[in-house]
């Protein structure tokens, strides 16, 4: 009796546990399954409809046409757009934005987490607030502060030196290169500084103890072993280049300064009949360069183990020690966040609190009202409103989709990886205004075809088209850490009986949570000033503060109540820091934890 019950509770022992393992890997394949799913059509359906419409004889929507390769003609064959100009516009501006990011943002990401530098903490503080300032004020800032006619910088040089006009004039190319590149720099940060915290430090000091100097250290060891990081940012920074939009259309208009993006906004806005299917085949072009550059990247960085440096042995987490060229060093950055974001930012709030801007500080013009309009406005309290829950609900829905993606593509053996994480990049070659555009009238379709999928009118279509904005950015921050972090932590796991959601709980999810607040506050801070997207799916009801900002700086009173806006955002970016910190968390110290 007691042979047949031991031999029918081992009976029971091995079917639980097949049981077991047969419902972890079915829970496993429905998370991962769900979250690629949703990837695939937040980012093919648009892009099925951008290609539909560069092949289409009618308008978006019109049955009553055929396929036609007419529009391809029109565009790199016929007159329709300066096709040659317009690339070799975008390819300045994009080769200038990648090596201001890469020489601005790299280098504060080594400086902040692997040296001693002093103060950095206060310069991190102002490097990310800037993210809270939309590119198109960008622009504006610096025409309020180094602008050869309205500069109130340029203004005060030229009265104390008679110099005539600045060594860089803010409406050329490179100007216009340099300063959305100045914009780029946090995102560059970010994307870059989760790498170099959970580098292993043991590494650089091998190098020291066998005599290497910092310049070779960091040729021969640190950059290599963050390679997947640096590429990451290097082309997130080069194809948002290709695709820029604000910057451009503030400085280059009075040039006739056309890029790939303004050309293509044009077409669509600025002429009629409205050329969407020119405009979709000139966009075409960039996610053809999309392609080669993905390819590039996943070619590089096949071999992810050379690249594991994070495993289960705690490391140390000591610095470079800077000598005597610590305070020196630190002046230097602390001029140049004064010339590159600090004036400008003065410059701002002295505007915002004129009645009106003419270039020149008047003391009798000065007023409060502007904030006080800001605060008590109607309107505009709608839009603060609406900008929040855009903010937070996209930030959260973008965060655990790009995690989840990410943990698919480099974590699994799955057959789809290669093509997930390359739908994961495809928004890069697609214009916010394009794909505003595209949303929009795939959600009218939709909506007609299954009525309870109407997301025409709400602030959920702003959400999805946020996201899918900066699902290529937020997936390289993702991916570009993960692979940092050897698998040999949850082989382990597995082997001592943990289920696969105890995996993710108590091993992967634990271990990663440095770039998931780093991921969650790139996309908040972003969401928020996103303008392309909201300014073609918003309606009355769902306006947010960049459509609201961008309507009063073209057909309101003037810049000051602009600059009283954007100057909140700045407070409230910098309290949500301090917020932050108030915890004890600094984005250059959280691999260190």
């Given at each position: 009796m007691s042979s047949k019950r031991s031999l029918f509770e081992s009976t029971q022992q091995v079917f639980r546990t097949l049981l077991g393992a047969?419902?972890?890997?079915?829970?496993?394949?429905?998370?991962?399954?769900?979250?690629?799913?949703?990837?695939?059509?937040?980012?093919?359906v648009p892009l099925l409809f951008l290609l539909w419409t560069s092949v289409w004889s009618g308008y978006p929507g019109e049955f009553a046409a055929e396929l036609t390769v007419e529009n391809f003609r029109a565009v790199y064959l016929g007159e329709y757009f300066a096709v040659w100009e317009i690339f070799l516009n975008s390819l300045s501006i994009a080769v200038g934005i990648t090596l201001t990011g890469?020489?601005?943002?790299?280098?504060?990401?080594?400086?902040?987490v692997r040296t001693d530098l002093p103060t950095k903490g206060g310069m991190e503080l102002v490097l990310l607030s800037c993210q809270a300032i939309p590119g198109y004020v960008y622009a504006i800032m610096y025409v309020t502060a180094y602008g050869s006619e309205r500069g109130l910088v340029a203004a005060a040089v030229r009265d104390a030196?008679?110099?005539?006009?600045?060594?860089?004039?803010?409406?050329?190319?490179?100007?216009?290169?340099?300063?959305?590149?100045?914009?780029v720099v946090p995102t560059f940060y970010l994307l870059t500084v989760p790498a170099l915290q959970d580098m292993d430090p043991a590494l650089e000091e091998v190098s020291r103890i066998h005599g290497a100097s910092l310049p070779a250290t960091i040729r021969i060891i640190s950059l290599p072993l963050i390679k997947p990081a640096i590429l990451s940012a290097t082309i997130v920074a080069f194809l948002y280049g290709m695709g820029e939009f604000a910057i451009v259309s503030i400085l280059g208009v009075e040039n006739g300064f056309d890029v790939y993006s303004t050309a293509i906004h044009s077409a669509i806005k600025g002429r009629y009949p409205p050329g969407y299917g020119e405009a979709a085949a000139l966009a075409c072009s960039l996610l053809v360069l999309m392609l080669v550059f993905v390819w590039y990247y996943r070619r590089v960085?096949?071999?992810?183990?050379?690249?594991?440096?994070?495993?289960?042995?705690?490391?140390?987490?000591?610095?470079?020690?800077?000598?005597?060229?610590?305070?020196?060093?630190?002046?230097?950055?602390?001029?140049?966040?004064?010339?590159?974001?600090?004036?400008?930012?003065?410059?701002?709030?002295?505007?915002?609190?004129?009645?009106?801007?003419?270039?020149?500080?008047?003391?009798?013009?000065?007023t409060f009202d502007h904030y006080f309009t800001a605060v008590t406005d109607p309107q505009l309290r709608k839009a603060f409103l609406n900008s929040?829950?855009?903010?937070?609900?996209?930030?959260?829905?973008?965060?655990?989709?790009?995690?989840?993606?990410?943990?698919?593509?480099?974590?699994?053996?799955?057959?789809?990886?290669?093509?997930?994480d390359f739908l994961s990049l495809t928004p890069l070659a697609v214009p916010?205004?394009?794909?505003?555009?595209?949303?929009?009238?795939?959600?009218?379709?939709?909506?007609?075809?299954?009525?309870?999928?109407?997301?025409?009118?709400?602030?959920l279509i702003i959400i999805v088209g946020c996201v899918v904005v900066y699902l290529p950015v937020s997936s390289r921050i993702a991916v570009g850490n993960i692979v940092q972090i050897h698998a040999e932590l949850e082989e382990a796991a597995r082997i001592a009986g943990a289920t696969w959601l105890q995996q993710m709980r108590e091993i992967f999810l634990p271990l990663f949570k440095n770039t998931?607040?780093?991921?969650?506050?790139?996309?908040a801070m972003h969401i928020i000033q996103l303008l392309s997207i909201p300014l073609?799916?918003?309606?009355?009801?769902?306006?947010?503060i960049p459509v609201r900002l961008f309507q009063l700086y073209n057909f309101g009173p003037g810049i000051a109540l602009v600059a009283a806006i954007s100057s909140i955002f700045i407070f409230l970016t910098v309290g949500f820091l301090l917020g932050l910190r108030r915890y004890g968390i600094r984005f250059y110290e959280l691999g260190q934890r």
């Open positions: 047969a419902l972890d890997r079915a829970t496993r394949r429905v998370v991962l399954g769900v979250v690629t799913l949703l990837l695939t059509f937040l980012t093919v890469l020489v601005f943002g790299l280098g504060a990401a080594w400086l902040f030196l008679g110099v005539e006009a600045l060594p860089i004039d803010v409406f050329s190319p490179w100007g216009i290169a340099f300063i959305a590149g100045i914009n960085t096949a071999r992810k183990t050379e690249f594991m440096t994070l495993t289960g042995r705690r490391h140390r987490t000591d610095v470079w020690s800077l000598g005597r060229w610590r305070w020196p060093l630190a002046a230097i950055i602390w001029a140049v966040l004064l010339v590159v974001w600090v004036l400008p930012i003065f410059v701002l709030l002295v505007t915002s609190v004129h009645a009106d801007w003419y270039g020149q500080v008047n003391l009798s013009a000065l929040i829950i855009v903010a937070v609900g996209g930030a959260t829905l973008g965060t655990v989709l790009v995690v989840g993606t990410a943990y698919y593509t480099e974590r699994t053996d799955g057959r789809f990886r290669g093509a997930v916010g205004i394009i794909l505003g555009a595209g949303l929009l009238f795939t959600f009218l379709w939709v909506g007609e075809l299954v009525p309870f999928l109407n997301l025409y009118g709400t602030l998931t607040v780093v991921i969650w506050f790139f996309l073609m799916t918003y309606t009355s009801d769902t306006v947010v």
